[in-house]
Nanobody
Framework: QVRLMESGGGLVQPGESLRLHCEGSGGINTFYATMGWYRQAPGKQRELVAAVRSNRFIDMADSVKGRFTISRNDDRKTVDLQMNSLKPEDTAVYYC?????????WGQGTQVTVSS
């Protein structure tokens, strides 16, 4: 059973930074898995923020390029999202995600609010 535990969300002002951390446990095969982050704002669909494939290729939303950085540690089964220069439109619930073997696994989500 794959389990994902997120931490690091909170309330910040525009221009500030946050770092989200996700720890995975259970049947994660880091040789095959894609690990990343999605977000869902109120009234909107869940969208990919950034993800690191098993070959280290990074998929990233255009809206966060140049501001967010994603990194993963296969030994620890963790994936972090460094978010800089945050904007109000980044406000959302952020979900850790692991995709492997045709399955998608989700964390419980962590709220990020950017407001002055």
């Amino acid at each position: 059973q794959v389990r994902l535990m997120e931490s690091g969300g909170g309330l910040v002002q525009p221009g500030e930074s946050l770092r989200l951390h996700c720890e995975g446990s259970g049947g994660i095969n880091t040789f095959y898995a894609t690990m990343g982050w999605y977000r869902q704002a109120p009234g909107k669909q869940r969208e990919l923020v950034a993800a690191v494939r098993s070959n280290r290729f990074i998929d990233m939303a255009d809206s966060v390029k140049g501001r967010f950085t994603i990194s993963r540690n296969d030994d620890r089964k963790t994936v972090d999202l460094q978010m800089n220069s945050l904007k109000p439109e980044d406000t959302a619930v952020y979900y850790c995600n692991v995709a492997q073997g045709g399955n998608m696994y989700w964390g419980q989500g962590t709220q990020v609010t950017v407001s002055s």
